[in-house]
């Protein structure tokens, strides 16, 4: 639609468009939205800034994009959805993606379920290692999206682990299955200021250092660990 000569488009409910009706943003929340939306579709739109899809009954695929299909998206609301796929593919955003919203939709990986990085062999599943190469990410919200096991520090992956998101000044992962003792990676991030992650299997090791270490944080709850 970007190739659109009249910007009929620019008109549509949810639309915002530049100047030259480009897409700058697509915002359908709330919207009673179905089916499934592949990225690969989306990445037509290069303007595309931002994107709020949620509280629709979608599957939203992250899909592969190629080396033509540059995105620069700064901010997306995916909360509330029924279903993410594809979220390891990711990385693609890692030079843009700002702000990430995921709650309460289930992150659901295609790789082997056996893999040492896809949980605790249930239907809950590691977060991806491409998430980990988002490094301007400023804010991320991922509460009750069925993510299992640790948390990776840079000892543990080949990216930097948790240490990448250093611009991060918000991090909630409240209700899911995290587990093991509380990330030492975390204390990286100087420019956080709240940190939630309720509701997991998070052991109390770690938190002086969170406490001593963290001198921006206004919010920090790890409360109701569940053993």
Known sequence: IDNDTDNMHCTWYGIKCDDKGRVLSLQLE???LEGRIEITKIAQLKALRSIDLSHNNIIFDFGIITSDDTMRIE??????ITRIDNLHSISYLNKTLGELHLDDSRVLQTWNASSNLSGNGSNNFALPVGMYELSNLRRLSMDRTHIAGKLLNHEITTSEGIESWKKLIYLSMVGNQISGTIPSGLSKLKSLSILRLRLNNLHGEGL???VTELTQITVLDISRQIS
């Open 75 to 80: 901010s997306m609301n995916l909360a509330f």
């Open 208 to 210: 002086e250092q969170l």
């Open 30 to 32: 709330s919207n009673n």
